[in-house]
């Protein structure tokens, strides 16, 4: 290939150094990473701001060198907010860029700021700041989604629904109470994230491409101009180390399986006609006038399995690399970004369906059959003595009784419940009433309104709390 028909290398790596010719363009395009990488412009420029002034204070820049330098890069970061910025032919990344706009501005003195940086330990600041801010964002939006689930619960408390195991009828509860059982999960969810924060939040600058810095920066004023809790500890672990993004793909998929499970709950509490879905977040079908579909909780599902994928791709691309840093780590950014994007977005989309979503209570006592009493059954002749292994066969005799007679077993008479056992008084048939049953579930995250109230006051203070974080 005649050096005519190559691309260009850009102003910062062009011919003439290491390089005779220019790159392939195909190879050029195939290397950029610019276009999904710039979105880390703001933290990019902060991390040379606080670069400029750690380098000053070791004698590389004058003051004035670094006033001039970190007025340049101000400059260059009002373009960015104001959608101003240009990108040119040879930006191959969110560092180039900033610092060929640098060197226009300020001209051939914006060649000193990457004194003994490298771009790996660059990326790597860029990355943990961009990162530390979304994941606290998402805190600020999973405390929405607590808050609001926790008040609905709080005006639906009084509603009884069919609990499930295996989909299989198990016993009544509140409708509040399942709705708060997915809200404990999300809780677990937030504390898991603000788990993540301290050890992403760790400043690597300084580390130079693997084996540190040879001008004496401190690493430490660098970390407290970033607004970051430390410095980490090895500078070839520094520029390589992507844990940071890996766990939050891992937490990124439990959480949408969280959120999945709950919307297949909804999904089929929606089919039975327990619970209608807003019009703002279901769709209608191109040939049935009548259909209206729950596409926003089908997304919600669907969602998590991309997730899981993301999060096995990137491990898939770790597993193999050699210290310290490779292009590989280049692609832990798109996974990233869409990780952060869809997390928020299905974040505001669980909010909205909740909070417009009309439970039925006709049809959720609808869904309740007697049949889910019949630990109740067992229950109350235990009260009377009566060890619970056998009180359970007396009661799964009962069940049976009902089944061969094709009668509910709420209308079994005295006499054929003490036929079976004599224990059985006439107080029994005081147990066929959903909402006793409830309320005997008394214990601390029992399905009792009482203690479903807590369950609701809990998570508004989390939610708070959250919030102050």
Avoid at 112 to 133: F, M, P, Y
Avoid at 274 to 281: E, F, I, K, Q, S
Avoid at 369 to 393: I, N, Q, S, W
Wanted: charged share 25%; glycine share 8%.
């Amino acid at each position: 290939m005649s050096e005519a028909a190559a691309g260009s290398r850009g102003g910062l790596f062009g011919t003439g150094g290491r390089f005779s010719g220019g790159t392939d363009p195909i190879m050029e395009k195939f290397n950029e990473s610019i276009n999904f990488d710039k979105r880390m412009w703001s933290q990019d420029l902060r991390g040379s701001i606080a670069y400029a002034k750690a380098t000053q204070k070791v004698g590389i820049l004058t003051e004035e060198e670094r006033d001039t330098i970190v007025a340049g890069l101000e400059k260059v970061m009002e373009e960015w907010a104001a959608g101003t910025f240009e990108l040119k032919a040879g930006d191959e990344d969110i560092h180039t860029a900033n610092e060929r706009r640098l060197t226009e501005i300020i001209g051939p003195l914006g060649g000193k700021l990457h004194t003994g940086r490298s771009r790996n330990d660059q990326v790597a600041t860029d990355t943990r700041l961009w990162i530390v801010e979304a994941e606290r964002d998402i805190l600020k939006d999973i405390a929405t989604l607590l808050g609001a689930s926790a008040e609905f619960a709080r005006e639906n408390i009084d509603i009884l629904m069919a609990g499930y195991t295996h989909l299989q009828p198990a016993q009544p509860i509140r409708f509040a109470h399942w709705l708060m059982s997915h809200m404990a999960a999300i809780q677990r969810d937030a504390e898991r994230l603000m788990q993540l924060i301290p050890r992403a939040n760790q400043c690597p600058l300084g580390s130079g491409a693997l084996a540190g810095n040879a001008f004496g920066v401190d690493r430490e004023f660098l970390a407290k101009e970033l607004g970051f809790e430390g410095v980490t500890t090895n500078s070839l672990d520094s520029v390589c180390d992507r844990d940071f993004v890996a766990e939050f793909l891992m937490w990124h998929s439990l959480f949408l399986v969280h959120l999945s499970q709950m919307a297949e709950d909804l999904i089929i509490n929606n089919m039975l006609k327990c619970v209608d879905m807003a019009d703002a977040y279901a769709t209608g079908s191109s040939l049935m006038p009548q259909k209206k579909n729950p596409d926003a909780l089908e997304l919600l599902r669907g969602k998590a399995g991309v997730a899981i994928g993301r999060s096995v791709g990137l491990m898939a691309t770790l597993k193999g690399l050699p210290r310290a840093y490779n292009k590989d780590l280049q692609e832990d950014k798109v996974p990233l970004f869409d990780a952060v994007d869809t997390v928020k977005d299905c974040l505001a989309i669980a909010t909205g369906v909740i909070v417009t979503m009309k439970p039925n209570p006709k049809m959720l006592l609808k869904a309740l059959c007697p049949e889910m009493l019949a630990t109740d059954l067992a229950d109350y002749l235990v009260r009377k003595g009566v060890p619970f292994r056998e009180t359970h066969h007396i009661s799964g005799a009962c069940v049976r009784l009902a089944e061969e007679k094709d009668i509910s077993i709420d209308t079994l008479t005295l006499q054929q419940l003490q036929e079976i056992d004599s224990r059985f008084e006439e107080d029994v048939l005081k147990v066929w009433n959903y909402e006793e049953s409830v309320e005997r579930k008394s214990s601390i995250g029992g399905t009792a309104k009482a203690r479903v109230l807590e369950q609701i006051d809990q998570c508004v203070e989390f939610a708070k709390k959250l919030n102050n974080a």
